[in-house]
């Protein structure tokens, strides 16, 4: 593991944001969903797709606060673009599980 500097750790631009829609994506490689996600007003709203359908289904995600890096250039998904990278862990088998905060916090905050 490389150590960085705190300098480094500031250019990541990590935020909360809400799920506001969510649906399959089964054009895909792998089964994936994909979600708009609502950063507040200095942001506003961004699209991403995620393969969490392991653990998600897109009605449970609505209103649901994720974490995403907000400041990656945009990234073509087959025939989606992918505007954030929601942040997640892998469980015992390697499936996503989403990172977010244990209580609501206001939506767009920065992760310190």
Known sequence: MSEITFDDFLKVDIRVG???RAEP???ARKP???????FGDEI?????????????????LIGKQVMAVV???P??????????????????????VLIGP???????GRMH
């Open 25 to 27: 994506y089964p054009e």
């Open 71 to 73: 400041n990656f250039p």
């Open 75 to 96: 990234r073509q998904i087959g025939k989606f673009m992918s505007e954030v990278l929601v942040l997640g862990l892998p469980d015992e088998n390697g499936e996503i």
């Open 44 to 60: 506003g709203e961004r699209r991403t797709s995620a393969q969490i359908t392991r653990h998600y289904d897109p009605t449970i």
């Open 32 to 38: 994936a969903i994909k979600m708009w996600i609502d």
């Open 102 to 108: 244990d209580g609501e916090v206001p939506t767009g």
């Open 18 to 20: 809400e799920v506001v």
